[in-house]
């Protein structure tokens, strides 16, 4: 870790290593997001979502096909901002998604 909280960038090569080609990054399957989605309650017709960690936006993609809400996307990672940005344009009449500022140890 570095003087401000953040990971070095020999830590994050690894990570990348590690997770970079899986098609999740994280844990859980559409199923799981699914689910999850279903237990929230009194949530606005179009809420905002952000999806901290988005990793190749697996999980965005899904959240977008379950509301009409906006999603801002962030994860340290700019290759996989890059992943879910040509995702979300693959996805003519999607929710909106949109890249948030910032690393997840600086919020905007």
């Known amino acids: 870790m570095n ?3 953040r990971p070095n960038d020999g830590a994050l090569n690894i990570l990348y290593e590690i997770f970079g080609d899986l098609p999740r990054q994280g844990p859980g399957d559409e199923g799981s ?3 999850a989605f279903a237990m929230l309650k009194g949530l ?9 960690g988005c990793g190749s ?13 906006r999603i ?3 994860d340290v990672f700019p290759q996989f901002i890059e992943v879910v940005r040509r995702k979300a344009g693959d996805n003519a009449g999607q ?14």
């Open 33 to 35: 997001t699914r689910r």
């Open 95 to 108: 929710p909106r998604i949109s890249v948030g500022a910032g690393m997840i140890w600086k919020s905007p």
């Open 44 to 52: 606005p017709d179009r809420p905002e979502i952000l999806d901290v």
């Open 57 to 69: 936006g697996s999980q965005t993609m899904v959240l977008a096909s379950l509301c009409q809400g």
């Open 3 to 5: 003087d401000d909280g």
């Open 72 to 74: 801002t996307v962030t």
